[in-house]
């Protein structure tokens, strides 16, 4: 069974950064698709960025500009780099990996196969 576990959420001031760090077992290798996703509570769980195996990457709008999404396959790790950070980013954020969707589903919870615990984001004003 694949694992994931994410790192470095934090409490920031607005404009502040992060960086997000998403640790995958051995198992994650070849065609998967590395993601991060965000949910706060009552809310559903939405896409924020992915990155597949051909390093291809898409953002949301709504982190477009302010984000980075990037992977060290040697390590396995995956990344997210938040900068500019607003009090709507607030929320949990979870790494996810899947294989054998299309990339347009990218943005979908339902083509990841994997995911981590969630490490929290808290923005304040």
């Known amino acids: 069974q694949a694992q994931l576990m994410e790192s470095g959420g934090g409490s920031v001031q607005a404009g502040g950064s992060l960086r997000l760090s998403c640790a995958y077992s051995e198992d994650i290798y070849g065609d998967y698709c590395m993601a991060w996703f965000r949910q706060s509570p009552g809310k559903v769980r939405d896409w924020v960025a992915t990155?597949?195996?051909?390093?291809?990457?898409g953002y949301a709008d709504s982190v477009k500009g302010r984000v980075t999404i990037s992977k060290d396959n040697a390590r396995n790790a995956l990344y997210l780099q938040l900068n500019n950070l607003k009090p709507d980013d607030t929320a949990m954020y979870y790494c996810?990996?899947?294989?054998?969707?299309?990339?347009?589903?990218?943005?979908?919870?339902?083509?990841?196969?994997?995911w981590g615990q969630g490490t929290q984001v808290t923005v304040s004003s």
């Open positions: 996810a990996a899947g294989s054998g969707s299309p990339w347009f589903e990218r943005l979908l919870t339902h083509a990841y196969n994997y």
């Open positions: 990155i597949d195996n051909l390093d291809r990457s």
